[in-house]
């Protein structure tokens, strides 16, 4: 069975090396519509492969890390990173060009990381990251699936080269949590409200 929760958020980039011209040559935002699919063929004491409730916490704080912030290329220009870095409170900066594509990439490692290191609570059993759909339009989004997130042929997403702003690490309930989440530090699914 697959199960899929829905995340928004609003955030401007620069695609640079794409076809279109006012993509890859000026800042531009787009309104994202993030889809997190998560496959078992378990149901669990609640006979929920997995409680939607648990998804607000950590998973729903590393996706609005982009909310109304910048997605940096650390391969752009030097001095306009430095520049974005310097007119934002909230920027993300990234190894990967900030396209639909690496965002759905970047995402499905961010939280298959996350899920991989949680200890579950209520019987969940064999939950795992189906797939992360990246919507950048109306019309247009990217998938990523297991293979596409640690393809060596797309490149490997290297977790240690993803930086988030003091401002986005003070915002979420626990400022350490990229820390965590990159060193495996175990985290444990509470009850929810």
Request: glycine share 6%; hydrophobic share 35%; proline share 2%.
């Amino acid at each position: 069975m697959i199960i899929r929760k829905s995340f928004k958020f609003e955030n401007a980039h620069i695609v640079r090396g794409c076809s279109t011209q006012r993509c890859r040559a000026s800042l531009h935002g787009h309104s994202y519509k993030v889809e997190v699919l998560f496959e078992s063929q378990y149901l669990d004491n609640g006979q929920m492969v997995y409680d939607f409730g648990l998804m607000k916490q950590g998973m729903k704080e590393l996706i609005d890390s982009f909310d109304h912030s910048i997605a940096l290329w650390d391969g752009d220009d030097e001095a306009y990173i430095a520049d974005m870095k310097r007119h934002s409170q909230r920027w993300v900066q990234l190894p990967v060009s900030p396209s639909a594509e690496q965002f759905s990439r970047v995402i499905f490692v961010m939280i298959d990381k996350l899920m991989w290191f949680t200890k579950t609570v209520n019987g969940e059993k064999m939950v795992r990251l189906s797939s992360i759909i990246v919507h950048e339009t109306e019309t247009g989004y990217a998938q990523c699936f297991r293979e596409d997130a640690y393809s060596d042929i797309m490149g490997l997403i290297d977790l240690d080269k993803i930086y988030f702003s003091d401002e986005i690490c003070q915002e979420w309930n626990d400022p350490k949590l990229w820390e965590r989440v990159k060193s495996g530090e175990g985290f444990t699914n509470p009850t929810t409200v």
